[in-house]
């Protein structure tokens, strides 16, 4: 299996508390990406990461910040959670263009806004 | 823009019985296709993708899709479904290297002994 992992893997929160969900790669893949998963919608992107302090938007990035300073790591923010936001998030990785498509995805993370 | 329409939300099928899972996709350019499986708890693995060349793309598990670029459908197909099959599909479209992919919503598969 792909070094993808993410952590936590559940995590029950307030209303206006900060969230940080981490991904972890092991593969030094280029390109990571957070996804959110919610019935009939598929997977949504959030944001990506082309390298090493590059990032760039997804389709659904407000109220989320992502960081990524080494290569291995991907950090998704959500700065004043919301209760729109509990879904499950996943964070992805690829070596090729964002067109081939995610090559590995991580276990995902269960996150519940109270 | 692109968009993908996962015409069915759940397809029961008995085991050993053939099964086929409707993707039709929007765009106005060339596109890339992909099919993408998830069991329950889990991520997603690539079941198959289609980036040029043949359009008939074999995939894991015994699984291929055909990509027909007149009808802008990429359905999914198996002869003979496990118990082991059952899980959720993704049909996704990109609509080049440099673009980002766009999933339909998922289809159920369920299949039952």
């Known amino acids: 299996d792909a070094g993808i992992t993410q952590s936590p893997r559940h995590k029950v929160t307030e209303t206006g508390t900060p969230v940080t969900l981490r991904c972890h790669q092991t593969?030094?893949?280029?390109?990571m990406y957070w996804y959110r998963q919610d019935p009939g919608h598929g997977l949504r992107l959030i944001h990506y990461?082309?390298?090493?302090?590059?990032?760039d938007k997804g389709e659904v990035s407000d109220g989320y910040s992502v960081s990524r300073s080494k290569t291995e790591d991907f950090l998704l923010t959500l700065e004043s959670a919301t209760s729109s936001q509990t879904s499950v998030y996943f964070c992805?990785?690829?070596?090729?263009?964002?067109?081939?498509?995610?090559?590995?995805f991580g276990d995902g993370t269960r996150l519940s806004i109270l | 823009a692109q968009s993908v329409t996962q015409l069915d939300s759940q397809v029961p099928v008995f085991e050993e019985a053939p099964v086929e899972l409707r993707c039709n996709y929007s765009?106005?350019?060339?596109?890339?296709l992909f099919w993408y499986v998830q069991y329950p708890n889990q991520g997603l693995q690539l079941l198959l993708k289609?980036?040029?060349?043949?359009?008939l793309v074999k995939g894991i598990n015994g699984f291929e899709a055909e990509f027909n670029k007149s009808q802008t459908s990429f359905h999914l197909r198996k002869p003979s479904v496990h118990i082991s099959d059952t899980a959720e599909y993704f049909c996704?479209?990109?609509?080049?290297?440099?673009?980002?992919?766009?999933f339909g919503g998922g289809t159920r598969l369920m299949v039952k002994p």
């Open positions: 992805a990785i690829s070596e090729s263009t964002p067109g081939a498509g995610p090559q590995h």
């Open positions: 593969e030094n893949h280029r390109y």
């Open positions: 990461s082309y390298g090493v302090k590059d990032t």
């Open positions: 765009s106005s350019v060339s596109v890339y």
């Open positions: 289609y980036l040029s060349g043949s359009t």
């Open positions: 996704a479209v990109s609509e080049g290297a440099g673009n980002m992919l766009t």
